[in-house]
Nanobody, 122 residues
Framework: QLQASGGGLVQAGGSLKVSCAAS????????MGWFRQAPGKEREFVAV????????NYADSVKGRFTISRDNARNMVYLLMNSLRPEDTAIYYC?????????????????WGQGTLVTVSS
């Protein structure tokens, strides 16, 4: 089970860190990722990180601004968002899979969190 938190209202140019807590003993077996869905739009990939944390991939739209990380000892995955833009406004979801990063990036996950709302004001 995944529980996302940390969303909120932030001004453009600001920063926010969202977190995802995972329950279960096998968190370190899961590749994890963040996705987002803006109003009226389809869900899109944001970032993924390998089970060990050694590999991370980002969508072009967030590359250089967002950083995904994980703490396997705490069963947590994070998304640090810097230089936020109004177009980053969305519900952010965490997801996990024991399958590949490629499949996770494509949206194929074993588990999805409930989402946390990030609103960036201009």
């Amino acid at each position: 089970q995944l529980q996302a938190s940390g969303g909120g209202l932030v001004q453009a140019g600001g920063s926010l860190k969202v977190s995802c807590a995972a329950s279960g003993r096998t968190f370190a077996d899961y590749a994890m990722g963040w996705f987002r869905q803006a109003p009226g739009k389809e869900r899109e990939f944001v970032a993924v990180i390998s089970a060990s944390g050694g590999i991370a991939n980002y969508a072009d739209s967030v590359k250089g601004r967002f950083t995904i990380s994980r703490d396997n000892a705490r069963n947590m995955v994070y998304l640090l968002m810097n230089s936020l833009r109004p177009e980053d406004t969305a519900i952010y979801y965490c997801a996990g899979t024991t399958s590949s990063l490629v499949r996770l990036r494509a949206g194929s996950a074993d588990y999805w969190g409930q989402g946390t709302l990030v609103t960036v004001s201009s």
